[in-house]
């Protein structure tokens, strides 16, 4: 069917997830009204479910906590570096956020060290002089203990008790937190999803700071919606998640930036090859011959001493660390603290490393078989490097560029388009293109919203939400604009058929 441009407002892109096509209907038949009346009704519920949760949230109130005080000014006037514009306005909103009477939901967006970690320490600050607790949830073990040590430097100067909850501690140690936590002397709590057990009581709890919200499995985010019920939540990310993203697109969650670097920092040189030893030594010894580090990740446990004999003997006298998930606590700590001190060269590790993980001499990252990762895992990691001043490399090796499935091939040409600083909202954006959104708020509509797709889906919620908050149904007044004019985008233009498709939409 052949559709003039200036309806073109009404098609839309087919999205669900990744690898599956829709059945194709007939227009001659009414499958497709069936379709769309079916996805209507189930859009009436979730529409309610969510203006539902809106109304719980404006109603449950909590008391405003007090943001203008001392130790507070004191702390923010410590910070050494410049805020960046975006970082400053996101403080501004959390502040607001824990000055008022409605329970605090915020969503913080921001590239791997763009100063995230700043922000949620000045929540923290405001919860602590407010007499309460503060808990900070991490993916792993290794994050934990990077973000303990950073807190523990950022307030140093201030009288706040900081401690760790995770599997680095001897059971007896970690009985003695729970101890302190229970009865207030500990300030603010950093742990994995440990913080989350039976045991863990807190004597007043105010602030929950979740990093990397994406990388807890759905037993804990339903946990973790149970302690945020009536506590002020900020959560980290520097790739919203598709359904996050979905959440925050449809109003349902408040939503910060932080798209500007931090000034000295550059952009990442992003490479996509064929597997090649001869270019991963010339990698290597390139970041070698400036005095950096390199962290080479593979992610296949049984394989990584192989590949590490490989790179001996490839290399003279190089020293190398190996890091992995499986590892006993002691060992991965002493590993990870060698590396950070320079006793390694090159670590090789398994993703691990995805989180968190902050070494400013590491400017070379080599990522074997990233045909095999998601989008958001290849933005992460890329993210270790380049926290510095230096021009930071990342070299992404497939077995085959030719025999490449489609979706792998999107997930690193996104890659690859996307390597300026501060564009980890865009992955995100694209990643939903690519995967689709996954469910809403834990409904399972999966079924509904693949007979439309995802574009649709969403549009008609939207819609719905607005109709039922104005109580004024939405009209769809079809109207013509027509002129003598050759109005068209020429190909020489813009050459991309996505793209002048896109404009037309928009235009119309």
């Known amino acids: 069917l052949y559709v003039p441009v200036y309806n073109m407002h009404f098609v839309y892109r087919y999205k669900y997830e990744e690898g599956y096509f829709p059945k194709i209907n007939s227009l001659r038949t009414t499958t497709w009204q069936i379709t769309r009346t079916k996805v209507k009704r189930e859009i009436e519920k979730i529409a309610e479910n969510i203006l539902q949760l809106y109304a719980e949230r404006s109603v449950d109130s909590t008391e405003p906590m007090e943001v203008n005080t001392e130790i507070y000014r004191e702390f923010s006037s410590r910070f050494p570096y410049r805020l960046t514009r975006d970082q400053a306005i996101s403080i501004t909103e959390l502040e607001k956020d824990l000055n008022g009477e409605r329970i605090t939901d915020r969503l913080l967006c921001g590239d791997v060290g763009f100063g995230k970690t700043e922000v949620a320490m000045r929540g923290a600050m405001i919860t602590v002089a407010n007499?309460?607790?503060?808990?900070?949830?991490?993916?792993?073990?290794?994050?934990?203990?990077?973000?303990?040590?950073?807190?523990?430097?950022?307030?140093?100067?201030?009288?706040?008790?900081?401690?760790?909850?995770?599997?680095?501690?001897?059971?007896?140690?970690?009985?003695?937190?729970?101890?302190?936590?229970?009865?207030?002397?500990?300030?603010?709590?950093?742990?994995?999803?440990?913080?989350?057990?039976?045991?863990?009581?807190?004597?007043?709890?105010?602030?929950?700071?979740?990093?990397?919200?994406?990388?807890?499995?759905?037993?804990?985010?339903?946990?973790?919606?149970?302690?945020?019920?009536?506590?002020?939540?900020?959560s980290m990310t520097a790739t919203p998640i598709p359904r996050t993203l979905q959440m925050s697109l449809l109003g349902i969650r408040k939503v910060s930036f932080i798209k500007t670097p931090p000034g000295e920092r550059k952009s990442t040189v992003t490479y996509i090859?064929?597997?090649?030893?001869?270019?991963?030594?010339?990698?290597?010894?390139?970041?070698?011959?400036?005095?950096?580090?390199?962290?080479?990740?593979?992610?296949?446990?049984?394989?990584?001493?192989?590949?590490?004999?490989?790179?001996?003997?490839?290399?003279?006298?190089?020293?190398?660390?190996?890091?992995?998930?499986k590892m006993d606590e002691k060992e991965l700590e002493k590993v990870m603290v060698g590396f950070v001190n320079r006793d390694y060269d090159l670590l090789i590790s398994t993703t691990?490393?995805?989180?968190?993980?902050?070494?400013?001499?590491?400017?070379?990252?080599?990522?074997?078989?990233?045909?095999?990762?998601?989008?958001?895992?290849?933005?992460?990691?890329?993210?270790?490097?380049?926290?510095?001043?230096?021009?930071?490399?990342?070299?992404?090796?497939?077995?085959?560029?030719?025999?490449?499935?489609?979706?792998?091939?999107?997930?690193l040409s996104v890659i690859k388009r996307f390597d300026y600083l501060g564009s980890g909202y865009d992955v995100a954006t694209e990643d939903l293109n690519i995967r689709g959104g996954g469910n809403i708020l834990g409904f399972k509509q999966s079924g509904k919203l693949k007979g439309v797709g995802n574009d649709l889906y969403l549009d008609l919620l939207r819609k719905r939400i607005e109709e039922l908050q104005s109580g004024v149904p939405a009209g769809s007044e079809d109207f013509e604009i027509s002129s003598d004019i050759d109005a068209y985008i020429p190909e020489d233009y813009i050459s991309d058929s996505h793209i002048r498709v896109g404009f037309y939409r928009r235009i119309s």
Request: aromatic share 8%.
């Open 352 to 411: 691990l490393i995805e989180s968190g993980i902050d070494i400013p001499l590491v400017n070379t990252i080599i990522i074997n078989r990233a045909d095999t990762f998601g989008l958001a895992q290849l933005y992460q990691l890329r993210g270790r490097v380049g926290r510095w001043n230096r021009e930071a490399k990342a070299y992404l090796f497939v077995p085959n560029l030719k025999n490449l499935t489609p979706e792998a091939y999107s997930r």
């Open 131 to 234: 007499g309460r607790q503060c808990a900070v949830l991490t993916p792993t073990t290794v994050l934990t203990f990077q973000h303990f040590r950073t807190f523990q430097e950022r307030f140093s100067d201030v009288p706040v008790k900081i401690e760790m909850l995770s599997r680095f501690y001897s059971p007896s140690k970690q009985k003695k937190v729970l101890k302190e936590l229970k009865e207030g002397k500990i300030d603010i709590v950093i742990g994995t999803h440990r913080l989350l057990s039976r045991d863990v009581e807190f004597k007043d709890l105010g602030f929950l700071v979740v990093d990397e919200e994406h990388r807890f499995g759905v037993i804990h985010k339903e946990k973790i919606k149970d302690v945020r019920k009536n506590v002020a939540t900020l």
């Open 273 to 325: 090859l064929d597997y090649s030893d001869e270019i991963i030594k010339e990698a290597i010894l390139s970041e070698l011959s400036r005095d950096g580090q390199i962290y080479f990740v593979h992610n296949r446990i049984s394989s990584l001493l192989n590949m590490k004999h490989k790179i001996e003997s490839m290399i003279d006298n190089i020293k190398i660390g190996v890091a992995h998930g």
